[in-house]
């Protein structure tokens, strides 16, 4: 089941559970706006070549839309529709004032000199900056793009509409980009776990942890898991897979993976098979990579009580079926991977302000938005009994549809 199928059937389960009108089910799915625009650049030999660039806007309804773009040779129109309902669903479930977009250029920026990427996102803003903008859409990094990509961005909508920092989130510091960002994921992947043990009368402090994926989210989440007294006991990343039963030094991981640029010989731990990661033993697991790695082939070999979903869609419905019936108890990513899209919220909030915040009211705040959107989930969890997965979608959904009501759009 591919990315839109499986985010669709969430919906479709949340609306009946809710009992949507099905005219405000059907309206709830169609995309507010897609945009598609030929970005044609000279590259540097003087030839010209033309990618085909993308902007999904689903849902308005409770404030601008928000979400990534990403540059990828395999960005389409469906997948990109899915992850804009996605993020409508996670900007809901935060409780941020945001909808959801999702856009991208269809190239390999790894094909593309640092000038041919500039030219190219110079190019695309240009040809999309009356459709975005600091209260209608706000664009993020994604997959291979960077605050310098942001940074591009704000420059050119800036020519056409004035000095607009809120434009975009992910930027760089010296731009107006907030601090805290960068770990931000990784940050509420932490606070989230907390919130989950704490309700199971667990701490992080003792548990063990697996995680698979040491970038951006895997290596923020090890590091402050580490920092409160979780064992991290196995880490994979594209290089390789390490495990110590008795407790990753992470701080020395994070050292070893600068030098090295790989998990490789790390001395501190043993090598290990990189698909064993998703069923070592431990107490919680962590996906902070790929889509799809938990499915019907491993689910049954899950030794995990917990499961984080870091990474989007790590866990294929199938997978979800068996883990459910095994007990596994499940934090769904539209929760546990918002911690990014939250201090993006308050990124735009310090530009609109013009206030910058320091970084420990970054993080606190950030943990006060983790903490109650667990506790809002729960309550659904209750009222519907379901599980988090569905708390979480059903919380969304139906704070969407109530202010798609309110507004009076459904009819
Ligand atoms: N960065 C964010 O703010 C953010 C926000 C929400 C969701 N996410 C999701 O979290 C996941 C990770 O994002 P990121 O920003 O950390 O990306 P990243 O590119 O920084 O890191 C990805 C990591 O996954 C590893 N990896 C790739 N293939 C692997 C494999 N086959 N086995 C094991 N490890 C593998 C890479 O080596 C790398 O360590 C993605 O699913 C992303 O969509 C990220």
Redesign the pocket.
Known sequence: MNALAATNRNFRHAARILGLDSKLEKSLLIPFREIKVECTIPKDDGSLVSYIGFRVQHDNARGPMKGGIRYHPEVEPDEVNALAQLMTWKTAVADIPYGGAKGGIGCNPRDLSQSELERLTRVFTQKIHDLIGTHTDVPAPDMGTNAQTMAWILDEYSKFHGHSPAVVTGKPIDLGGSLGREAA?GRGVVFATGALLAEHGKSIKGMTFAI???????AWAAKLIHERGGKVIAV????GAIRNMNGINIEELLKHKESTGSLKNFEGADKMD?NEVLVHECDVLIP????GVLNRDNAADVKAKFIIE???HPTDPEADEILSKKGVVILPDIYA?AG?VTVSYFEWVQNIQGFMWDEDKVNNELQRYMTRAFHNIKGMCQTHDCNLRMGAFTLAVNRVARATLLRGWEA
């Open positions: 994921t698979q994926g040491f970038g951006n989210v895997g994979s990343d594209i290089t990189p902070c990579a790929l889509g870091a990474a989007n991977n990014g």
